[in-house]
């Protein structure tokens, strides 16, 4: 059987690319600062949710240097509707880092990105390999699916991940990797997708051997999910003096799309309370209460602690979020673990679960 040419990959992109806004056009330079904003939008969110908010992202920090000096509020106002604070949080602090320790130019190396605040091993690699043109291996879920069923690699993910680097690395051609690094993710993402891969339209069709042995739908393979592995996190309950709760509305799409929820942090089952002032909606006095508030969804249970204080009357809330009086909560659509949540906190009597 043939070996998988990168030659191929990449004639098959230059006809076929994706035009994304945060992307180059064909022979053009990429902005590190464009890549760099878009991969860290990208990290849960789908390239259809997150172009319009880039674009408006970038209309209103146009440099790294315009984000770096803005304040706080104005980038998690722009980033309200992307779920997830933590991450914009991280976004300014890399900007600003970027500034105050590089003079505004993103490093080019896979290891002076890893360095920077929110940037861990795919972005640094992706960031590297797109913006610098580095030979630098960026493994998301659409290169594991492509490089699984291309060398039909039958280790378990995520154990899998190094010796797919590995294999994306020594195919990797040393003239253009960003692009190489690019059509890798295009190809997942629209020829060799989970379900049904366009097989036919694939430059790769003669070498791939899931193809050859018709298994592509039984790649990548995956270590079984350990069933119900607890995630944890913190919510805060802040209320205000004139009898107002923080409030927030979850993105549309996801779990609990579009319900009403006090502000939390991200639920992992890695999660550390000591960090958990950061993730904390305002710098207040926090006081934190006990027991943990457990719920189970359907694929993990949750366990979440309840921080709580109190804001002065005329306290604004931050950017994406409003304060609901307490008599208006009834009209909230509040999901099954905010109810627990707000019980905890003594604020809510279960007869008025809706
Ligand atoms: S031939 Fe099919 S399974 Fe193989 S890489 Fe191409 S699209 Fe994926």
């Known amino acids: 059987m043939m070996r998988p040419a990168a030659a191929d990959l990449l004639a098959w992109y230059d ?40 674009e408006r992202f970038m209309a209103r920090f146009p440099t790294v240097q315009a984000l770096a000096e803005a304040p706080s509020e104005a980038v998690m106002q722009a980033w309200a509707g992307l779920g997830y604070y933590s991450r914009a949080r991280n976004l300014h602090a890399c900007a600003i880092a970027v500034v105050a320790e590089h003079g505004g130019r993103f490093p080019d190396s896979e290891e002076g990105l890893r360095a920077l605040p929110g940037i861990g091993a795919y972005t640094a690699g992706a960031v590297a390999a797109i913006a610098f043109d580095r030979p630098a291996a960026a493994v998301d879920g659409n290169v594991e699916r492509v490089m699984t069923r291309l060398f039909a690699i039958e280790d378990l993910l995520p154990g899998a991940r190094p010796l797919l680097r590995e294999r994306v ?11 190489f690094a690019q059509a ?16 036919g339209l694939c430059p790769w069709r003669e070498p ?14 995956k270590a079984a999910k350990k069933a119900g592995v607890t ?18 509305t979850r993105p549309p799409k996801g779990l609990l799309g579009g319900m009403a929820e006090v502000p939390t942090s991200e639920w992992r089952a890695d999660y550390e309370l000591d960090g958990a002032w950061q993730d904390a909606p305002v710098v207040t006095r926090w006081e934190q209460l006990s027991p943990p508030v457990r719920h189970v969804f359907t694929h993990f249970p949750l366990e979440l602690t309840v921080f709580k204080a109190s804001a002065p009357a005329g306290t604004q809330a931050p ?36």
């Open 208 to 221: 791939c051997r899931a193809r050859a042995e018709g298994t592509q739908e039984s790649f990548p393979r």
């Open 15 to 54: 006809r076929h690319r994706r035009a994304l806004p945060w992307r180059a056009g064909p022979g053009e330079r990429p902005d590190p600062y464009r890549v760099w904003a878009s991969e860290i939008m990208l990290q849960q969110t789908t390239v259809t949710a997150v172009k319009p908010y880039f």
């Open 319 to 354: 950017a994406g979020m409003r304060f609901t009086p307490l008599a208006a909560l009834g009209e909230e659509p509040l999901s099954g673990v905010m109810v627990k949540v707000l019980e905890a906190a003594g604020l809510y009597a279960s007869s008025k679960t809706r």
């Open 231 to 248: 995630r944890k996190g913190a919510a805060f309950v802040l209320l205000r003096a004139d009898g107002a709760l923080l409030l927030r």
């Open 169 to 179: 690395l020594v195919m990797m051609p040393q003239d253009r990797p960003g692009d």
């Open 184 to 199: 890798l993710m295009d190809l997942g993402a629209t020829i060799c997708t989970p379900r049904n891969p366009a097989c």
